[in-house]
């Protein structure tokens, strides 16, 4: 039972998410052109994109730098104090710069912005003022929409840091689908992680290529027996390179509860003549998808030309960070 005092609290939750929430839908419903020219500005960027912003714009813009750089675009926070005091060296004519002022009116911000003048930097302003003087000074600029904080007080920043991350990661996104960004290039940005190695992981990297349980189809299921017995529970069906069918353990144990004389059969005739196939250059994450679809422990790897170039087994893959 809810007693009156976490009723209040609740009730005090969902204000807060309520107001940004429908800030982010009302910034959703208002972009437009100069979103547009934001993008393209960013796409085209030739040196890094600058981020910059006091206090808690200044957390966000940290965040801001940082998606931007993972997806592809060279990004990096400045301080506006300390880019007066010697760290506007890092900056270049070709850069393009993101500042970020709920009022448009902050003083350390402001003197950014003649610097960045002189220098040429084209300025992408993110604020909620529209007239304000970061606005008439720079290049785009986006409209925060924040009327309200959901702090009781209007005063923390609460609503416009929501909004204004969520519409940074819009840019980054657009940016990057503007620029053809794919998941591999992500991949080479985050090789250390559990992401990085899903990404990464190709058939090829994993398979067994050496050694491989193969048979012709004239041979008998008393010798794809033995393959099934040491080989991981596969044994793969071979003609002139190319795979003709696949015996699995699991085909085995059906077959036991049909006939009890099987090991003089041939295999040609209890094999699976159109089994799954894996590619070398596929990710692994994609075919982990169709073994685990499929009830699948290990399947043939071939190459372009549809020879046989290898086994991969499902337990490897998973351990390889495939999944």
């Known amino acids: 039972m809810i007693t009156s005092e976490a009723a209040i609290i609740l009730e005090r939750g969902r204000r807060v998410l309520g107001l940004e929430a429908d800030a982010l839908r009302a910034s959703e419903a208002a972009l437009g052109e100069e979103f547009v020219q934001a993008v393209h500005l960013l796409a085209e960027c030739r040196g890094r994109v600058i981020v910059a912003g006091v206090g808690k714009s200044g957390l966000v813009a940290r965040k801001m730098a940082a998606t931007f750089t993972s997806t592809g675009t060279p990004a990096m926070f400045l301080h506006p ?28 911000l402001l003197g950014l912005i003649e610097a960045l003048a002189r220098l040429g930097v084209r300025m992408i302003a993110m604020t909620a003022v529209a007239s304000s003087r970061l606005a008439r000074h720079a290049t785009v600029t986006l409209d925060l929409l924040v009327k309200e904080e959901a702090c009781p007080h209007d005063l923390a920043p609460t609503t416009s840091t929501t909004v204004t991350m969520g519409l940074g990661d819009a840019l980054a996104v657009a940016v990057l689908q503007q620029k053809g960004f794919q998941a591999e290039d992500f991949a080479r940005f985050h090789p250390g992680g559990a992401l990085g190695r899903k990404l990464l992981t190709r058939v090829r990297d994993v398979m067994e290529q050496t050694n491989l349980p193969t048979l012709d189809r004239g041979a008998t299921m008393r010798e794809a027996v033995v393959l099934l017995a040491g080989r991981r529970g596969i044994a793969v069906v071979v003609e002139q390179e190319r795979v003709s069918g696949v015996v699995t353990a699991g085909d085995l144990s059906r077959l036991l509860q049909r006939q009890a004389d099987v090991l003089s059969m041939p295999v040609a005739s209890v094999m699976t003549a159109t089994p799954r196939l894996a590619v070398d250059h596929e990710l692994g994450s994609a075919v982990v998808h169709r073994m685990e679809t499929h009830g699948i422990m290990a399947m043939p790897v071939i190459d372009a030309e549809e020879r046989l170039v290898g086994v991969v087994h499902l337990h490897d893959l998973m351990r390889a960070g495939a999944v």
């Open 81 to 108: 104090v300390e880019s007066v005091h010697g760290d506007l060296g890092i900056v270049g004519p070709d850069d393009v710069a993101i500042l970020i002022s709920k009022s448009g009116e902050s003083e350390e």
